[in-house]
């Protein structure tokens, strides 16, 4: 019953993970929490500054 479980859930996660491939980053969670945040950090702020730009380019 558990292995019919965990596979189900995996193909569902799959699904969903495979229509959001284009915008997911992986980070490797073993490493220290504070590299981790980190790396997490640098991607947000890098969208934010995308997003930013774009929006300034739209308001000219």
Not at 27 to 44: M, R
Request: aromatic content about 4%.
């Amino acid at each position: 019953m558990v292995k019919l479980c965990l596979v189900t859930r995996n193909s569902n996660v799959e699904s969903v993970l495979s229509m959001y491939k284009d915008t997911t980053v992986k980070i490797v969670g073993s490493l220290h929490k504070e590299e981790v945040f980190s790396k997490i950090d640098s991607i947000l702020t890098e969208l934010l500054e995308k997003k930013e730009s774009v929006l300034g380019s739209l308001a000219v």
